[in-house]
């Protein structure tokens, strides 16, 4: 199993241009999560899902948009990047409340993003 | 509010010293606290929750109510444990959400 993965790795925007981030996992989770990851401010949520074609706001929504058509993959989408979104990007899945240990969360290796 | 606190962004010991992470939480409810850890070139994983009451790598941590702290705790530290560890609190059951606290740098000298 791939476990999270995330896709790209890398990657640099100018400033108003979009992008969006893609984050699969094959563990048949029904949450999924996306943080940003910035010096000195730890993990902040951005947006999660309880289950396909859910999302909801999380910590610093703004500026980010998401989708989950299906289970397995979460999108995070940047529609006019700014530098203040430059960041490492993590996305991590979890089991639901009664399956499993479901307040563990699996993280993908990460995406660095730079907006110029 | 919901808050998670590290004091600590960086903790520089010698290998064979006694290391212990600081974390503090603000949480109205009935918390769940966890440690993460992050190697060097590898993924964020889960270190030990706070409802296991387990030692993991010679770690352990005891949640301690009345003065809000979740503290992880080594008496000898090796230098393999040099990492970034993060603090979590769960907020919700139905949603997993977690409140991460800033990170401390464990740096393990020989």
């Known amino acids: 199993n791939a476990g999270v993965t995330q896709t790209p790795k890398f990657r640099v925007l100018k400033t108003g241009q979009s992008m969006t981030l893609l984050c699969a996992q094959d563990?048949?989770?029904?949450?999924m999560y996306w943080y940003r990851q910035d010096p000195g401010m730890g993990l902040r949520l951005i947006h999660y899902s309880v289950g396909e074609g859910t999302t909801a706001k999380g910590e610093v929504p703004d500026g980010y948009n998401v989708s989950r058509l299906k289970k397995q993959n979460f999108l995070l989408g940047l529609e006019s990047a700014a530098p203040s979104q430059t960041s490492v990007y993590f996305c991590?899945?979890?089991?639901?409340?009664?399956?499993?240990?479901?307040?563990?969360?699996?993280f993908g290796p990460g995406t660095r993003l730079t907006v110029l | 509010a919901q808050r998670v606190t590290q004091p600590e962004k960086l903790l520089s010991v010698f290998k064979g010293a006694p290391v212990e992470l600081k974390c503090n939480y603000s949480?109205?409810?009935?918390?769940?606290l966890f440690w993460y850890v992050q190697y060097s070139r590898q993924r964020l994983q889960l270190l030990l929750r706070?409802?296991s009451r387990e030692s993991i790598k010679g770690f352990t941590a005891d949640l301690n109510k009345g003065e809000t702290s979740f503290h992880l705790k080594k008496p000898f530290a090796q230098e393999e444990d040099s990492a970034m560890y993060y603090c979590a609190l769960s907020l919700s059951s139905n949603t997993g959400k977690l409140i991460f606290g800033q990170g401390t740098t464990l740096q393990v000298k020989p």
């Open positions: 563990m048949n989770h029904e949450y």
């Open positions: 949480y109205s409810g009935s918390p769940e």
């Open positions: 991590a899945s979890s089991y639901a409340r009664g399956l499993g240990n479901y307040n563990e969360q699996f």
């Open positions: 706070h409802i």
